[in-house]
């Protein structure tokens, strides 16, 4: 399968999209979701899972991971509707159940509709997962206007903050939140100094709230990636890097997706019941230089 990925990576071409987050059926080639061989063993039957960006990238490829074990999805995104019903699509066809909901996750009242459409839709919610970004690309921080980083922060980690608020009051012992942050976070970016920024704060968010949530006996955890092909990719890097993105890793390529969700799954499911406040790392080894 190593090989199927480097492929990828060989086949990836110079190509640029105008907005964020991306449109992955827009992508050349496409990100792999899950891998042929992934066998699912019921980890998740019949729990319900709100993934916020599962429309696409790592979010599309966690929904499908979810159902592949069991679970039925709720995917929260923008405006990609063609994405969004694609997703909803790949979870069928693994014979669960997809809710498709559009909302902005800076607005908390639509985060709050989000969370009651679920439970009025399935009853109850068992896994949480934050995971909507958004990045821009600025070579000096004075390039960063106030627009700009208020928007990085309102959909990095204000989101997550409305998303847990509206969710907590439904998620009982045993359930699970899961924070989608970044290589970043820990490293940090020379040219992505506010997503970075958004990134540590998910970081020191999840574990403050395993600290907070540790009595009601909910777990909160985080999967930090490096340089995954997802469409926040095209979206936000020059056309002419996109071919190279990712080859600065030991492993010398990108990661996909499908490399990615196995994680997640692991962190919601019983599998993971020692832990909370904990980062899971998929970053090809990390970089060579910094």
């Known amino acids: 399968m190593s090989d199927v990925y480097e492929e990828v990576q060989e086949k990836r071409q110079a190509q640029a999209q105008e907005h964020q987050p991306g449109q992955e059926h827009s992508m050349i080639p496409e990100p792999i979701v899950i891998r042929p061989s992934y066998r699912g063993s019921g980890k998740l039957q019949d729990q319900v899972a709100l993934i916020t960006g599962g429309d696409s990238g790592i979010g599309r490829a966690v929904a499908v991971h979810f159902a592949r074990e069991g679970a039925d999805v709720a995917i929260l995104y923008l405006d990609e509707n063609k994405d969004a019903n694609d997703t909803k699509r790949m979870v069928e066809?693994?014979?669960?159940?997809?809710?498709?909901?559009?909302?902005?996750?800076?607005?908390?009242?639509?985060?709050?509709?989000?969370?009651?459409?679920?439970?009025?839709?399935?009853?109850?919610?068992?896994?949480?997962?934050?995971?909507a970004a958004e990045q821009h690309l600025k070579e000096q921080l004075e390039e960063i206007s106030p627009e700009q980083?208020?928007?990085?922060?309102?959909?990095?980690?204000?989101?997550?903050?409305?998303?847990?608020?509206?969710a907590l009051s439904h998620m009982k012992e045993g359930t699970a939140i899961i924070n989608t942050g970044s290589v970043t976070g820990f490293r940090g970016s020379a040219h992505l100094i506010d997503y970075a920024s958004t990134k540590g704060a998910i970081e020191a968010f999840t574990f403050s709230l395993a600290s907070n949530l540790a009595q009601r006996k909910i777990r909160v955890n985080g999967v930090a990636p490096g340089p995954i092909w997802t469409p926040l990719i095209p979206a936000s890097f020059p056309a002419d890097a996109i071919p190279e993105f990712g080859s600065g890793t030991l492993m010398g390529r990108a990661g996909q997706p499908a490399e990615v969700a196995p994680a997640y799954v692991f962190l919601a499911s019983e599998d993971a019941s020692y832990m909370t406040g904990q980062f899971i790392h998929i970053n090809g080894g990390g970089f060579i230089a910094a």
């Open 93 to 131: 066809q693994e014979g669960r159940d997809c809710l498709m909901i559009r909302a902005d996750v800076r607005l908390p009242n639509q985060c709050q509709r989000a969370v009651e459409d679920v439970i009025r839709h399935y009853g109850k919610l068992d896994v949480l997962v934050n995971n």
């Open 149 to 166: 980083l208020e928007n990085t922060f309102r959909t990095n980690i204000f989101g997550y903050f409305f998303m847990t608020q509206a």
